[in-house]
Structure formats: C-alpha cells, structure tokens
C-alpha cells in the first residue's frame, strides 16, 4: 500500500491496521503526539522516514492487523468507552496495585545500589496519584455524558447542556492529563535505561521492568483511543446536535 507520509501521525494510526505496533516499536508517539506530522515525528524519534514508511507498509498490507486493526472510529462511542473501560482501566487499576508493593520490594532489595529506583518509585506514586481519579472522572462524568449525547443524537433529540458547558472542556482537561501520565512513564524509561534489569537484579527486579513496559504501553493505546478516536468523536457529535 502506498504510504502517504505527508500525514499526521494520528491519520496514518486510524488508517493502517498495525500503526501502533509499527510506531511503537520505532519511538514514535502516536497517542499524545498525534497531531505531529509524520516526517517530523521520525526525525524527533530519531528514525528513518525511509524504514518506518517501509514497515507501515508492510503492516498495511499483512492481513493479521492485530487488536488495533478493529476499525473503532466506525463503532458507536458508547461501545468504544465501555472497552476503554472494561479493558484499559481494569488493567492500569490492576497494575497500579501490583506495582506499588513490587516497586516497594525491589527498592528495599536493591536500592542501596541502584539509587534510580527511588526516583522511579517516586514517579510511580506520583502517576499513580493523578490516574486513579483521572479515570473515575472519565467513567463518572465524562464518558456518561458522551454516551447520553450519543443516545440523544440517535433519537433526534439534543443531550441537555452539562454542568461544565461543552464537552470540550472535560476533554481539554483529560488529555492534559494523559500528557502528564506519558511523560512521567518516558521519565521511567529513560531513568531504567529502557527497561534494562542491571547484571546483578533479581527475578523481581526483571518482574518490574518487564510490568512497567507492559503498562506504559497499554496507556499508550489507552490514550490513543481516548485523544484520537473518542474525543474527536465526541466533539463532533456535539457540533452537530
């Protein structure tokens, strides 16, 4: 398929079953920086248009797209919302828990060597802090209100004017915040060295690099379908009721 790299990040990410694998594997950030041009993005990556072209391509093209293949930008929002939900939530909810008490662990195991670890910790509680009521705001307000507006819409009738005006509002306020959650979890990243378990780590030690990639990439489909996929819609549902 022909690859048209003039795009934004985000519109090759809807239009290429396997995006996200693709620009995952090379850096890219396609959630909270896909508005960025696609040629910008791999230069701020420090990739090759060239090979990152070449692999959309091919994902493109194969006919095992993946879980990101499903076409949620033609589902209703109130589906693609309980997904999020049931899915992303459950599992940062999960591994919140988990992380806390492994992180704990490793530090009093390990910290006297690796002082990175308490930096880490501390980013750790301080991403666990802002994504707990950052979810419950999305499925207590937020989320509700765009599955309503759906409703509504569906019946030829307009969703009654929220406490916080537009639709807009919430949304502009949840992704800041999913900025605030990326960067923190690049800042672990870059303080593991990419996840890298030092020669002398333990069995919990590799758990807990080997957890905290695992979460930084569901947050990173997370938002991707919340900032490129849910709120779009939600504005333009809104505009048009």
Same mark, same amino acid.
């Given at each position: 398929m022909q690859i048209n790299i003039t795009k934004t990040v985000r519109?090759?990410?809807?239009? @290429?079953?396997?995006?996200t694998r693709v620009f995952e594997k090379a850096g890219i950030d396609y959630c909270c920086g896909g508005g960025t041009p696609f040629q910008e993005a791999c230069a701020a990556a420090g990739v090759s248009t060239d090979e990152v072209t070449r692999s959309l391509e091919q994902a493109g093209e194969s006919s095992d797209g993946g879980a990101d293949a499903?076409?949620?930008q033609t589902q209703p929002l109130s589906?693609?919302?309980a997904h999020i939900v049931g899915t992303h939530h459950v599992f940062t909810r999960g591994e919140l828990a988990r992380l806390d008490a492994l992180l704990s662990r490793v530090c009093s195991i390990h910290g006297q060597n690796h002082s990175e670890l308490f930096r880490i910790q501390r980013l750790f509680q301080d991403l666990n802090r802002d994504l707990i009521p950052h979810m419950q705001k999305e499925e207590i307000v937020l989320f509700p209100y765009i599955e309503q507006m759906e409703a509504t819409a569906s019946e030829g009738a307009t969703a009654p004017v929220p406490f916080f005006g537009t639709v807009q509002n919430p949304i502009r306020m949840m992704m800041m915040e999913h900025d605030t959650a990326g960067e923190i979890l690049k800042q672990v990243r870059q303080l593991s060295g990419g996840f890298s378990v030092p020669k002398d780590g333990c069995i919990s030690y590799e758990t807990l690099y080997k957890?905290?990639?695992?979460?930084?990439?569901?947050?990173?489909?997370? @938002?991707?379908?919340?900032n490129n996929i849910l709120f779009p819609g939600a504005v333009a549902l809104e505009r048009v009721s």
């Amino acid at each position: 398929m022909q690859i048209n790299i003039t795009k934004t990040v985000r519109e090759l990410t809807l239009e @290429i079953p396997g995006a996200t694998r693709v620009f995952e594997k090379a850096g890219i950030d396609y959630c909270c920086g896909g508005g960025t041009p696609f040629q910008e993005a791999c230069a701020a990556a420090g990739v090759s248009t060239d090979e990152v072209t070449r692999s959309l391509e091919q994902a493109g093209e194969s006919s095992d797209g993946g879980a990101d293949a499903t076409q949620w930008q033609t589902q209703p929002l109130s589906k693609l919302a309980a997904h999020i939900v049931g899915t992303h939530h459950v599992f940062t909810r999960g591994e919140l828990a988990r992380l806390d008490a492994l992180l704990s662990r490793v530090c009093s195991i390990h910290g006297q060597n690796h002082s990175e670890l308490f930096r880490i910790q501390r980013l750790f509680q301080d991403l666990n802090r802002d994504l707990i009521p950052h979810m419950q705001k999305e499925e207590i307000v937020l989320f509700p209100y765009i599955e309503q507006m759906e409703a509504t819409a569906s019946e030829g009738a307009t969703a009654p004017v929220p406490f916080f005006g537009t639709v807009q509002n919430p949304i502009r306020m949840m992704m800041m915040e999913h900025d605030t959650a990326g960067e923190i979890l690049k800042q672990v990243r870059q303080l593991s060295g990419g996840f890298s378990v030092p020669k002398d780590g333990c069995i919990s030690y590799e758990t807990l690099y080997k957890a905290l990639d695992a979460l930084e990439q569901d947050l990173h489909q997370h @938002i991707h379908l919340e900032n490129n996929i849910l709120f779009p819609g939600a504005v333009a549902l809104e505009r048009v009721s």
